[in-house]
């Protein structure tokens, strides 16, 4: 699994603790120095069955300087996933990605939903 994550965040903090204590293995990336790419993005809107705006940090400094709550509506998928692929700040963290799931964001619930079946 892929645990993709801003290290300062303190919920990113919580799902990685929280992975450590289930006994989780996972391959850990910075989103802020490892941005992720429009494919990888593609790929994981694709198998996440999500809305596109799930994936965006809509408490970051960048939606808001951007005005994206505003501008999301009129925007179609493909214009967000590019938008996302400039800038891991802009995307919604953690990530947890598995073989046939994404989660997006620590809720705990679904994640022990998806990982202690």
Not at 40 to 62: C, D, M, V, Y
């Amino acid at each position: 699994m892929l645990f993709i994550c801003y290290p300062k965040c303190t919920t990113c903090q919580k799902a990685q603790k929280w992975l450590d204590a289930n006994g989780v293995a996972y391959e850990l990336r910075d989103i802020k120095t490892q941005n992720p790419s429009h494919e990888e993005l593609a790929s994981w809107f694709s198998t996440s069955a999500l809305p596109i705006k799930r994936f965006f940090n809509t408490s970051g400094l960048q939606y808001k300087a951007l005005a994206l709550k505003d501008k999301l509506p009129t925007m179609s998928d493909g214009e967000c996933l590019k938008l996302l692929a400039t800038d891991g700040m802009l995307v919604k963290r953690p990530l947890l990605i598995g073989d046939d799931f994404v989660l997006v964001g620590f809720k705990e619930p679904e994640w022990q939903e998806h990982l202690l079946r």
